[in-house]
């Protein structure tokens, strides 16, 4: 069986990420804070952590010791998609343990549960895949939002850093940073509703929103699950969906 594990799957892409792998028949571990609900079509297994990436080691460490006993799948991916953004504004205004949870969840739960991941499936021969849930907000600066930069920035570099190790190991896994398009979730209504004296791109977000372009959770999914689906899927350690 395919094996799939989603973090930040309650809600948004997340949510959907996990429903569209379980209609293709694979075994999704779910994890997330809150509870992960999802139709389970014949074929595909759902299982379902609640757990906190603010205080990722303890989700990290159990992540490896639930790998190292299951047995060696047909495919084995990890999609780190759990993220959060801190109140927009500027970083010297910012609630500093609010900033805290921001960049560990964004990343260094990113960096552990991948570390985890691919220390437990070394002795794998099945192809292995990472992505990194990234933003084209990793590669543009944004006043007003600090945290979530820095984070999604950490992610590219991570992936450059991790492919390199991984080229050089025999059944090394592929891994992307993956900016998923401008999606329609709780954080752009955190954006749009911002105190636009403090996050001066608030408008922007609103002309997303009024222009139609923001695509549903569903059509994030798809598009990023047709990504990872690509042959040359890791050539490039760090992508986009919209990448022609």
Not at 114 to 124: H, K, N, V
Not at 187 to 198: C, G, I, K, N, P
Not at 234 to 242: E, K, Y
Request: aromatic share 4%; charged share 20%.
């Amino acid at each position: 069986m395919h094996l799939s594990i989603v973090t930040g799957s309650s809600r948004g892409l997340g949510l959907a990420l996990t429903e569209q792998l379980l209609q293709r028949g694979h075994r999704v571990l779910a994890i997330a804070r809150g509870e992960t609900v999802a139709r389970v079509p014949t074929g595909g297994e759902l299982i379902a952590w609640r757990a906190d990436l603010a205080d990722p080691v303890p989700v990290a460490e159990r992540l490896q010791q639930w790998l190292a006993g299951q047995p060696q799948p047909t495919t084995a991916t990890l999609l780190n998609n759990a993220g959060v953004v801190s109140t927009p504004g500027p970083l010297a205004d910012g609630d500093l343990a609010e900033l805290s949870t921001a960049v560990r969840v964004g990343l260094e739960s990113a960096l552990l549960l991948t570390a985890a991941f691919l220390r437990a499936s070394s002795a794998w021969t099945v192809p292995r895949k990472v992505v990194l849930v990234s933003s084209g907000l990793g590669r543009r600066a944004m006043a007003g939002s600090a945290s979530y930069c820095a984070a999604k920035a950490g992610m590219d570099h991570l992936a450059r850093t991790v492919a390199l190790e991984e080229a050089a190991r025999p059944h090394g896994a592929r891994i992307v940073s993956l900016a998923p398009g401008i999606i329609d979730t709780d954080m752009q209504v955190q954006l749009r509703t911002a105190d636009r004296s403090r996050f001066p791109e608030r408008d922007r977000f609103l002309g997303f929103k009024t222009a139609g372009q923001l695509d549903s959770p569903a059509l994030a999914a798809t598009k990023l699950l047709r990504y990872l689906d690509r042959d040359d899927f890791g050539s490039n350690p760090v992508g986009d969906v919209r990448d022609a």
